[in-house]
Nanobody, 129 residues
Framework: QVQLVESGGGLVQTGGSLRLSCVASGRTFTFNSYTMAWFRQAPEKERELVAAIMGSGGFTYYTDSVKGRATISRDNAKNTVYLQMNTLKPEDTAVYYC????????????????????WGQGTQVTVSS
């Protein structure tokens, strides 16, 4: 079991920036062996993957709508994953969730929320027009 705590959400104007953070903890948990991901869910929409990063940090994934505007990174010494979002748009408004799952030996990156075992409570990001 992995506990995830997000922070950094808030209200920002269009074109602004935010950095979300997610701190992971657990009794038997090796952070650098876990794939970490940021999902988001807007009202009446399905939860979607925004970005993900493999345990080593060597591979990252971004959904098309945030490419060039978002950067996911991790600090394995601090058990923390970050999502830097720039040039925010009203359509980025959503609850952002941090998620974790063990990185498989295959190196496959999972993109469905159903493939992630542990979740944070979410942090609201609101972008005003």
């Amino acid at each position: 079991q992995v506990q995830l705590v997000e922070s950094g959400g808030g209200l920002v104007q269009t074109g602004g920036s935010l950095r979300l953070s997610c701190v992971a903890s657990g009794r038997t948990f090796t952070f650098n062996s876990y794939t970490m991901a940021w999902f988001r869910q807007a009202p009446e929409k399905e939860r979607e993957l925004v970005a993900a990063i493999m345990g080593s940090g060597g591979f990252t994934y971004y959904t098309d709508s945030v490419k060039g505007r978002a950067t996911i990174s991790r600090d394995n010494a601090k058990n923390t994953v970050y999502l830097q979002m720039n040039t925010l748009k009203p359509e980025d408004t959503a609850v952002y969730y941090c998620a974790a799952r063990p990185t498989p030996y295959s190196g496959r990156l999972y993109t469905s929320p159903n493939d992630y075992d542990d979740w944070g409570q979410g942090t609201q990001v609101t972008v005003s027009s």
